[in-house]
């Protein structure tokens, strides 16, 4: 089927694929995919005038999606035959979703959630046909509540807007719903868990957005939406953190030990009264002007399994885990296998079911600042240069314990562990973080590279 109209002045025909539509604007030929296709938005009172609103892919280097628009004339009726059709075919040939809620956290990052919701996020979805039910959090917290209690069953999928708390906090209650309604015991680490299909989109508008650079390649409002409007979806890890035979938590993103754990629990509550100048303030303090703490730790590395040789022996098996007893200043883990800066994608290992995990030595304060300034880029050369003092591994599971060989006046802090940002105190100084690959589903359509920058 073809409809006959006029692009900036000129006649052209838009022709109706399987999987999009194919016109030519001047001499160019241009094919749009349904995924891409946002809405045809009626202009003028004649119906004579429509505005075809599309997603444009930006893939490299910024991997941005952007809303941009064709403005086509044509008979009213032509252009409503058209509006039709497409609106047929997106239903048919994509995923879009119906209808969302959008929770908002109206504090995050610069405070501007709420305006940035019903300006740019609400407006779009709109635009692409999708109903939304936003709901807004009225204090910290508040959306653990607001996800017990809010019937998901209405909805084909949930936005969040906000950083890296706001998602861990939402989703943590969801995985342990499904896990709940499932009959699975999400306590026991050697649970099977539930993936949990209900798709979650990721709106970055906190303060740390790890999980939207994550999943979108970048960190921007509109990727972010569009990707919302492909309705592709995609899997995504988690890690859950157990002590003392019960779980403390699932990480979405990062979790610590030692100085990061010290280093989040200042910025949270010893240092809260100096306002966002604590942000620099308290990392500038671990690395050059408190001690660095040691800890001496059994630590036990679980390795995956090799797959590929489909034979692996006892004994084989038995060396996939190996502990050590070190004294660590620090342990900073994420929840994926990320890839490496200086090599090129496309030389990248295929992604295995494996987190990366650092762990410390003690070191110079020169040396730890030079790192931590370094690492945001996670080169090889990089951590190949700071072998003397960062333990680097691909992991699939790892049990810290501290043993009783350390100061008893530092006890307490040794029971501190952080997930996602967020201070847990332990009840033993003996943890154990699980890997729990692709249970988490997000819109996206980004294939790019995993990086947190
Ligand atoms: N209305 C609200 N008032 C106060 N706190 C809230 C409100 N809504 C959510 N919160 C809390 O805000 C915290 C931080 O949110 P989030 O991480 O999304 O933003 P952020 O800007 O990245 O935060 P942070 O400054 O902690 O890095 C969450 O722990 C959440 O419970």
């Given at each position: 089927m073809n409809f006959n109209v006029q692009i900036s002045g000129a006649s052209t025909e838009i022709q109706i694929g399987e999987s999009g539509i194919v016109y030519f604007a001047g001499k160019e030929e241009h094919k749009r995919a349904y995924e891409d296709i946002i809405s045809l938005e009626k202009l003028s009172g004649d119906g004579k005038t429509c505005r075809l609103h599309y997603i444009q892919d930006h893939p490299f280097p910024n991997h941005k999606l952007t809303k941009e628009y064709l403005d086509i004339t044509s008979e009213d009726n032509v252009l409503r035959d058209f509006q039709e059709t497409l609106s047929k075919k997106i239903s048919a040939v994509t995923k879009r979703p119906r209808k969302l809620s959008v929770f908002v956290n109206?504090?995050?990052?610069?405070?501007k959630g709420k305006q940035i919701c019903d300006k740019e996020v609400v407006p779009v979805l709109q635009l692409a046909g999708i109903q939304t039910d936003v709901v807004v959090s009225q204090?910290?917290?508040h959306f653990k509540e607001i996800t017990e209690n809010y019937d998901f069953n209405s909805v084909d999928g949930l936005i969040i807007m906000g950083g890296d708390g706001t998602y861990s906090e939402i989703i943590n209650v969801l995985m342990r719903k499904r896990q709940h309604e499932a009959g699975v015991d999400f306590n026991s680490s050697s649970s099977l868990l539930k993936t949990m299909d209900f798709p979650i989109g990721v709106i970055p508008t906190g303060s740390a957005c790890g999980l939207a650079r994550l999943a979108h390649g970048v960190i921007d409002v509109m990727t972010s939406v569009l990707h919302i409007i492909r309705g592709r979806t995609d899997h995504y890890n988690i890690v859950g953190g157990f002590n003392n035979n019960k779980l403390i938590g699932y990480g979405i993103i990062c979790f610590g030990y030692v100085m990061y754990a010290d280093l989040m629990y200042d910025t949270d509550v010893?240092?809260?009264?100096?306002?966002?100048f604590r942000y620099i303030y308290v990392p500038f303090m671990h690395v050059f002007i408190k001690p660095f703490r040691e800890v001496e730790v059994e630590i036990t590395y679980e390795y995956l399994e090799n797959k590929e040789s489909g034979d692996t022996t006892e004994e084989e098996k038995a060396n996939l885990q190996v502990t050590k007893t070190k004294r660590i200043t620090n342990v900073v883990g994420v929840t994926d296998d990320l890839d490496f800066e200086d090599r090129p994608y496309d030389k990248q290992p295929a992604k295995k079911d494996q987190f990366i995990m650092l762990d410390y030595t003690v070191c110079g304060r020169w040396a730890m600042a030079k790192h931590f300034a370094n690492l945001y880029q996670l080169t090889e050369e990089h951590l190949d240069s700071v072998k003397h003092f960062v333990n680097f591994n691909r992991i699939k599971s790892v049990r810290l314990r501290a043993t009783?060989?350390?100061?008893?006046?530092?006890r307490e802090m040794n029971l501190r562990f952080n997930l996602d940002g967020e201070s847990h105190q332990l009840e033993t100084p003996d943890v154990y973080i699980k890997l729990f690959p692709r249970c988490l589903t997000l819109y996206t359509s980004y294939k790019g590279s995993r990086r947190w920058r």
């Open positions: 109206p504090i995050g990052g610069k405070g204090r910290a917290y010893n240092y809260r009264w100096m306002k966002t009783e060989n350390n100061d008893p006046s530092q």
